[in-house]
């Protein structure tokens, strides 16, 4: 249950190699499997490459199994090599409990050994290594991110995807923007779902080419620098022979020259917010310093590192400078920085036969007066939109679907506009109960108009605009792929109660939640079970030994739901 990665799984990944020799006698590749020869000639190429670097063979001579899923043992075959371990194959004992030389994954006992030694894993904890457990995707995606040595840019991303769990919602982002991994059809990533053998050898591959690409880059700018050192080193030299040739017959001292003024790009006016501001200046190897408080720059001031980001109206002055030569004339760039307009995402609801009073007025942003306009589509029937104010009024007096898009343009010159696309269900008046709406966006996972108050007008307690999304996804989802709907209101209600004590176990479980211990009747009101009196002060420690660690490691135990909770209490009764 305690799975641990240490400190050198970082190191490892973040120099991350992968070998290039081939072994005695391989010959294998994507033609002699079965199931590879559908591929395309890319995918094909990606396959033979990692097959004939011995990374990866078949499940059988004819069979490379391409979809089965990656068990820890064979995740520690492929670990053991892409990082260059040393691989004692002699070995027939491993030095945990459930690794077996003539078990099922007996191939992987040196591989695990060699990842012990090295001092990447512990096992799962308790002197076990559960070989035939699997990996997930969002693990393998952690993994790929921080072979890259991208681990800091991934926890500074963020996600939405629901079926990723929180921890790892920054490296699935970025394993999908550097093309690692794909997303699903569906437009989720699926990330608690197994990895399987055919994304861990493309995800490698292409992290693969990223790092050797990486490498290269690093490589011609270490020789160009190393270049114009030597060059300098020439110069060096030649001055010095130079001066000991003219000892009797100094030379007249040159005039010295004024280093050429600092431009900029923009060069001033008006710009947006988030505009980045380049300084150059035409003199080679000229250093640029610049103040924007409207001090006079000299060479104690902010030296030109890079683009200057503007969020806001600012006047920046520089200076160029550079030894032996007269510093430039001060440049002065003024730049006014306009806002933008930002409209709110979403309007209340409509209802057939009731007034509305809602507004697509702006949130912030824009100079002066700001004009509104209906762009595309057409406001539903009975509704005006004001102009001056964003404002939408009247009675809606059709229950239709409805799409329409709202301009907002400022009287700033040139003008600033923003627009925003509106689209929703105007709700039927008293055509159905609070029941029928919650049961229908269950099936639909249309929630618009349906919220706390639904949830009260149809007599479930418990619901919050805190806890609202929640429940919804939940209810949403909970007896997938087949949802049992219609729900009665104590379905309802039992599934909210539920929820809502699962989080509450949650809210203790994180380190700064401020929630109260749970008791033993949170655990039944849960839906957990095993918990009693006499366990329950043991059962916390290690659920939050559990959460802390699922924080931390990525391929660790997960604990994020239900079911997550329930194992370790299972795994704490058997011990």
Known sequence: MRKKMVGLLMAVLMCFHFPVSFAAGATKTSADFTDLKDLDAATKAKFDAMISA????????????????????????????????????DLKTSSFSDVKSDGANGYALPYIEALKTAGITDGYGEGIYNPAGKVTKQQLATFLVRVLGKDADAKAKTGTDSTVSDWAQGYVTLALELKLLPDGTDGKFGGQANATRDLLLTGAYEAK????????????????EKKKQEEELKKTEDA?????????????????????????????????????????SATLSAAVYYTTDLSEPTTSSTPYT??????????IKAIAVKPDSKNSSVAIFEYTVAMPIVLPDTISPFTEGQPYTGSAAKLSGGTGAVTYAVTNGALPTGLALDPSSGAITGTPSVSDAYHFTISATDSATP????????????????????????????????????????????????????????????????????PALPKTL???????????????????????????????EVFARAGITGVDALNLEAILNELSFAYQEAQWDPFGTPMSTKQDIQDVVDLFLTV
């Open 54 to 89: 011995g990374i990866f063979n078949g499940v059988s001579e004819t069979t490379f199994g391409l979809k089965d899923e990656m068990n820890r043992a064979q995740f520690a075959k492929v670990a053991a090599l892409i990082t260059g371990l040393e691989v004692n194959n």
């Open 209 to 224: 080419g990223q790092v050797e690409q990486r490498k290269e880059e690093e490589l011609k700018k270490a020789e160009e």
């Open 240 to 280: 010095k022979k130079k001066q000991e040739e003219q000892i009797w017959f100094p030379a007249p001292q040159p005039v010295q020259a004024t280093v050429e003024t600092p431009t900029a790009l923009p060069a001033g006016g008006a710009v947006t917010s988030g505009t980045h501001v380049t300084l150059t």
């Open 306 to 315: 890079g683009p200057i980001i503007l969020t806001s109206s600012t006047t």
């Open 415 to 482: 003008p600033a506009t923003a627009t925003m696309q509106y689209t929703g269900n105007i709700t039927p008046a008293f055509s159905k109960t609070p029941l029928d709406l919650i049961n229908e966006a269950s099936a639909s996972g249309v929630w618009d108009g349906v919220d706390e108050t639904t949830f009260a007008n149809a007599g479930v307690t418990g619901v919050t605009s805190v806890n609202l999304y929640g429940i919804q996804g939940i209810l949403q989802d909970y007896d997938y792929p087949s």
């Open 490 to 520: 104590l379905d309802i209600q039992a599934i909210v109660d539920e929820i809502i004590n699962i989080a509450a176990i949650y809210d203790y479980l994180k380190p700064f939640g401020g929630g109260s211990a749970p008791t033993v």
